[in-house]
């Protein structure tokens, strides 16, 4: 008890530290949840309806996305639903708790408010025991509106088990990747590899998910996000994987517990590689320092992309099977006609690529244009800043890697989709849609990095509403359509600024406001950054 003493005061500051966080996760997650429930028995509540939408969510494109669509029949609006939507909200609730842990953990430790902390009576695991309990309270609390929006939405089909099983399985997912990011912040010695190390654990996790999904269900038990899937919900609603997500996440935070009481203060359990007695030539500029320290990261970054891109393009020899006439899928993919052929099928589901290719690009770049805040927070510039370097010459350090990483990812992720679809095509799609959609989607991709470039020369304390801005953006492009939202909807962002890339030709007046928007968004951020004080 003594390691975890004081640690309820340690709980009641980072609940009151992450409150607006926490409810805005709940607001948008939550939100989607629950207005794509209401939705799902005018969408699918006819037989002939969730008969279409049945057959296209069995082909492996949409199963690749979604994961496997039960077998047991009869099929219902319930069923549906929870093919649709339980990997997807698995997966941004991984995101929530990765953040939630190595925020409260790691960072802290970097900043030096763990230190301050624990210069008084509190115990060494009293940190870790406050997160934790904050991890378990918010996620029980997302399942417990989960629960209740399902019971309110009253789903064709669906059963209070199932409505349970559904919300205490995206609980227990989310406390699982928690838990492993809390075990992961206590082998390495900083919140860079943290991160790294804890979404590349994800990015393994969804992949091998996807590919088992498509290729050998069966293996889907190899992935802790297969486990969701597992629940059959509405179906056979099996708690027996809740089981192995509940004493997994119990192993690993049992672990983070152990290695936490016994090693020291800033340190990791992975020693870190003893860098050189003297900088080479390559390392004497700031826009060299922060492309070595940001190396790792790119490489293991770009190496998803690709393999997701692969992974991706590997289906498309499978996605003429999609059915032309569901009606959810015209206002999804964009197919308006019964015999459209199986090209314009694979360029529709190119254009949902390029969406989450373009977000998946904008989370790199911005991760790296930010850490300029966090190392400036860190006190890890005080050194640059003693040196004759201009604060302009380190900002531009730094948005150039976020730039450069961004367009590297993007470009990656969209060569091994195309490249690699076409390979297993008998006609092959023409090289033009390949460079229309990246000419596409760099502008879109700069323009979010200029916003952020932005908030922290001027609202460094804003740049978390930027996150924001990108979920709410693609998650309106990805299910409005679904929710018979207008086409317009989605024009806030620059997601529907992209329009139906590679379908159609680039649209030259928005290229050109994206660019500018970029450039004068960058120039404005780069001077706020030069005049307002550190820190």
Request: aromatic share 14%.
């Amino acid at each position: 008890m003594q390691n975890n003493r004081h640690f309820l005061f340690l709980l009641k500051a980072n609940l009151k530290q992450n409150s607006w966080r926490h409810l805005s996760w709940l607001l948008i997650l939550g939100g989607l949840f629950a207005s794509a429930a209401a939705k799902f028995n005018v969408l699918f509540g006819a037989t002939k309806d969730i008969a279409a939408i049945t057959k296209t969510l069995k082909t492996p494109a949409m199963v690749a996305l979604f994961g496997e669509f039960p077998t047991e029949k009869p099929y219902t609006t319930a069923n549906v639903f929870a093919a649709e939507m339980l990997v997807f909200m698995a997966m941004f609730m991984a995101f929530m708790n990765i953040s939630l842990a190595i925020r409260n953990t790691r960072v802290q430790e970097e900043t030096g408010v763990l230190e301050m902390v624990r210069s008084r009576s509190v115990g060494r695991s009293a940190a870790l025991s406050a997160t934790l309990s904050e991890i378990i309270g918010l996620n029980l609390v997302m399942g417990v509106f989960y629960v209740g929006s399902l019971i309110f939405a009253d789903l064709n089909g669906a059963t209070l088990l199932g409505d349970i099983l559904f919300g205490m399985s995206l609980a227990l997912a989310g406390i699982f990747f928690g838990c492993s990011s809390l075990l992961i912040a206590q082998l390495v010695s900083s919140s860079r590899s943290a991160y790294f190390i804890s979404y590349s654990f994800f990015g393994v996790c969804y992949i091998l998910r996807m590919v088992t999904d498509v290729s050998k269900p069966a293996w889907t038990w190899f992935s802790p996000l297969g486990w969701v899937q597992k629940t059959y919900i509405y179906t056979q609603n099996d708690f027996w994987p809740l089981v192995l997500l509940t004493g997994s996440s119990l192993l690993l935070v049992g672990l983070a517990f152990h290695l936490a009481s016994t090693r020291d203060i800033n340190s990791g359990l992975l020693a870190d590689r003893p860098g050189k007695a003297q900088a080479g030539k390559f390392l004497r500029s700031p826009l060299a320092l922060v492309m070595r320290t940001e190396k790792n990261s790119l490489i293991g970054w770009l190496f998803g992309a690709v393999i997701l891109g692969v992974c991706y393009g590997s289906i498309f020899n499978t996605i003429g099977d999609i059915i032309g006439t569901n009606p959810t899928y015209k206002k999804m993919l964009g197919v308006t006609q019964i015999d459209t052929a199986s090209r314009q099928l694979i360029l529709n589901f190119l254009n949902m690529l390029v969406l989450f290719f373009i977000a998946l690009a904008v989370v790199e770049g911005l991760l790296v244009c930010f850490r300029l805040k966090s190392d400036e927070q860190k006190g890890y510039l005080e050194l640059l800043h003693a040196k004759a370097i201009t604060k302009t010459k380190l900002a531009v350090s730094y948005f150039s890697v976020g730039w450069f990483s961004s367009l590297l990812v993007y470009t990656g992720a969209l060569a091994g989709t195309f490249f690699t679809g076409n390979a297993l095509l008998n006609q092959p799609i023409p090289l033009k849609f390949f460079w229309r959609m990246l000419l596409t989607g760099f502008p879109a991709v700069l323009f979010f990095l200029g916003c952020g470039i932005f908030l922290i020369g001027w609202l460094p304390k804003f740049t978390n509403v930027l996150w924001l801005y990108l979920a709410g953006g693609l998650l309106v492009k990805f299910f409005g359509p679904l929710l018979n939202l207008s086409e317009k909807s989605g024009n806030f962002s620059p997601f529907g600024w992209v329009g139906k890339i590679p379908l159609t030709k680039i649209d030259t007046g928005w290229f050109i406001i994206l660019v500018a928007g970029f450039v004068l968004l960058s120039l404005g951020g780069v001077i706020g950054y030069t005049k307002r004080d550190l820190r």
